[in-house]
């Protein structure tokens, strides 16, 4: 379109306006008032649409259709990666628990390693007590010069079924090592627990350790031992080492050495000196530390359930192959040999086991009661069970008449 010669003026401009009788003539119109009603309703129904929209997607959830507790850490991640911020569960302040009766015990930082003195391991040592007054001053004798730290060494006791003064002995030995101040400090605590089993107590050492009170008497110390056991064992202990009060010698780095070996359970031999004319004989003591034979299975399958056997008499032939009858002190005194049973003279034990549920069977299992017992159970739950043969802790001398083999030789 040309424009006039002149430019557009106002007046040019009007010449070329439709007249506004035709604009409202146009506006008035029924097709023009329903054309302008449907873009409206259209205007409307898109605004609506897009806002439906928009509010959709704060309900959207991407990922698995699962509950969050449900999805594994992949589909997690895909998840979160969608949100603009974490997402939280639970958006209360924590809970404090400042109840003093409320203890948390975190056994997960409880080992027992072979660098246990570097590691600060605690060990408890526990012994049983029946009429023991005539050997608690030796004990504590050799107890003072164990070369371990002696404040991460606990002591604990069970005193039962005694007819002497063991119990004021104890207090005064105790006392008396604890009082001592030189190079070595005191122990770190020191328990004492009574219980009577009402055992009796009216037996020699003959009767004591004939065949016939076997099974008796070595159900009652499994008692005495697990009453012990649980009174006295910590959430901090690390290792378990058994002593009987009775061992007139034994070196002084005992636990450094049984624990450097790093097993579940370890166990030393045990001999006693005789003297006899003028000549120390070398007493072979302890006929509980074995290793199972052949003949013995054999034997295991012919008794009945109920049945305890014991080593040393002539009643059961079990041919098993003592620990007594392979060692020499003079020879390598780490060299290890798996065990079947064991003896409770000297056992070094750790805590994690007796938590698991090894403890001494006041019953018959597998035919073995008491330390026996403990080794077979031990090894039924897959825990290690070893002695060392050549390696020498000293018993007293129980002054025991020979005969109880009849013509069957000891080893």
């Known amino acids: 379109m040309l424009l006039p010669k002149g430019g557009v003026t106002w007046k040019s401009a009007k010449a070329r306006l439709p007249p506004w009788r035709a604009v409202v003539v146009l506006l008035t119109r029924p097709r023009f008032l329903i054309s302008l009603a449907l873009t409206g309703i259209l205007i409307l129904l898109w605004r609506g649409i897009s806002k439906s929209a928009s509010g959709m997607q704060n309900f959207y959830c991407y990922g698995p259709p699962k509950s969050p507790m449900e999805m594994t850490i992949n589909e997690m991640n895909a998840w979160m990666a969608h949100t603009q911020t974490p997402v939280i569960f639970n958006h209360h302040e924590p809970y404090v628990v400042n109840d003093s009766s409320i203890v948390n015990i975190d056994l997960n930082d409880i080992h027992s390693t072979r660098e246990a003195k570097e590691n600060k391991e605690r060990v408890l040592i526990l012994t049983p007590l029946r009429d023991a007054a005539p050997h608690l001053e030796k004990y504590f004798d050799l107890l003072y010069n164990l070369t371990y730290p002696h404040e991460l060494i606990d002591l604990a006791f069970l005193v039962g079924d005694s007819q002497d003064d063991t119990l004021a002995v104890l207090a005064r030995e105790l006392n008396r090592i604890q009082d001592q101040v030189e190079d070595k400090i005191a122990f770190r605590s020191a328990t004492i627990i009574q219980k009577e089993f009402g055992a009796d107590t009216g037996m020699d050492v003959q009767d004591r350790h004939s065949f016939a009170a076997q099974g008796p008497r070595r159900k009652a110390i499994a008692r005495a031992r697990n009453y012990l056991l649980y009174s006295a064992l910590k959430p901090d202990h690390s290792w378990v080492y058994w002593r009987d009060v009775d061992i007139v010698d034994s070196p002084p780095t005992i636990l450094e050495d049984f624990i450097f070996h790093n097993r579940d359970i370890l166990v030393p031999n045990i001999w006693f000196h005789r003297y006899k004319d003028g000549r120390d004989v070398e007493g072979r003591?302890?006929?509980?530390?074995?290793?199972?034979?052949?003949?013995g299975r054999r034997l295991r399958q012919t008794l009945d359930p109920d049945t305890i056997l014991a080593e040393g008499y002539k009643e059961y032939d079990t041919g098993r192959e003592y620990l007594v009858g392979m060692g020499d002190w003079r020879k390598n005194k780490d060299e290890e040999v798996e065990l079947d049973g064991i003896g409770g003279v000297n056992i070094l034990v750790?805590?994690?086991?007796?938590?698991?549920?090894?403890?001494?069977?006041?019953?018959?299992?597998?035919?073995?009661?008491?330390?026996?017992?403990?080794?077979?159970?031990?090894?039924?739950?897959?825990?290690?069970?070893?002695?060392?043969?050549?390696?020498?802790?000293?018993?007293?001398?129980?002054?025991?008449?020979?005969?109880?083999?009849?013509?069957?030789?000891?080893?």
């Open 285 to 295: 003591f302890d006929y509980n530390s074995w290793i199972e034979s052949d003949k």
């Open 350 to 411: 750790k805590a994690d086991v007796h938590r698991s549920g090894i403890n001494f069977p006041a019953y018959a299992f597998e035919n073995q009661a008491e330390t026996e017992g403990f080794a077979r159970m031990a090894k039924r739950a897959g825990y290690e069970v070893y002695g060392l043969p050549n390696y020498i802790v000293w018993h007293i001398d129980t002054e025991e008449k020979p005969g109880n083999l009849g013509d069957r030789k000891a080893y």
